[in-house]
């Protein structure tokens, strides 16, 4: 049973646009979620987090929204860049719990 | 600084050797982790340290072997792998150890595994 759901394995984006990047989770009990962005043949970078007890963070180009009564979060990147083309993994947390559920991930291409 | 170093990068070897994976952490996190990654899925949990001690083990094979010497080094020692094992082993730390909520989960660059 995933927990930790990206719907979508890959999304295409321009240069200079939004990409938006979707990830829906199904526990109820987490109350933190965090973005990692990742290349081939590297670990996870961290980007951003929030916490349940908000609906946006912000840091530079990236913003988090969450819906926690849909249960969902979304990453925004703008205005998208080509360096930011990597697979990006959406991951949450529970109060109390040392362990991450992570999503799939989706691939990110930003054209020139 | 937040730099969690592994070696080495990449690793080859056979089925019957014995060889180790490392970590090593500088920021004063006292939880540590090791997470196996194969190509396509999200990383998987394998073991979490706790203050120095394991604290999950999340039903890894017994060829794996964890141990956390202090603080900043984990270790992975690795024993009659399966050519399945082969995959990138990723080192991971955290400020506070029994939750996540409120901190980062850093993670190293990761060590390329290949059993043949």
């Known amino acids: 049973d995933q927990q930790v759901k990206q719907n979508s394995p890959s999304l295409s984006v321009q240069e200079g646009r939004i990409s938006i990047l979707n990830c829906d989770y199904t526990n109820s009990m987490f109350d933190y979620f965090l973005w990692y962005k990742k290349y081939p043949a590297e670990g996870p970078t961290f980007l951003i987090s929030i916490s349940s007890i908000k609906d946006k963070n912000e840091d530079g180009r990236f913003t988090v929204f969450l819906n926690k009564s849909a249960k969902h979060l979304s990453l925004h990147i703008v205005p998208s860049q080509p360096g930011d083309s990597a697979v990006y993994f959406c991951?949450?947390?529970?109060?109390?719990?040392?362990?991450?559920?992570f999503g799939k991930g989706t691939m990110l291409l930003v054209s020139p | 600084d937040t730099e969690v170093t592994q070696t080495p990068k990449h690793l080859v070897m056979g089925m019957t050797n014995k060889k180790s994976l490392k970590c090593e952490q500088h920021?004063?996190?006292?939880?540590m982790y090791w997470y196996k990654q194969k190509a396509k899925k999200p990383p998987e949990l394998m073991f979490v340290y706790s203050y120095e001690k394991l604290s999950i083990n999340e039903s890894v094979p017994s060829r794996f072997s964890p141990e956390c010497p202090n603080s900043s080094l984990l270790n992975l020692h690795l024993h009659a792998l399966q050519p399945e094992d082969s995959a990138l082993y990723l080192c991971?730390?955290?400020?506070?150890?029994?939750?996540?909520?409120?901190?980062?989960?850093?993670f190293g660059e990761g060590s390329w595994l290949t059993v043949v």
């Open positions: 920021m004063g996190h006292r939880a």
């Open positions: 991951a949450a947390s529970a109060q109390g719990y040392s362990t991450l559920t």
């Open positions: 991971a730390s955290s400020p506070t150890p029994g939750t996540i909520s409120g901190n980062t989960i850093y």
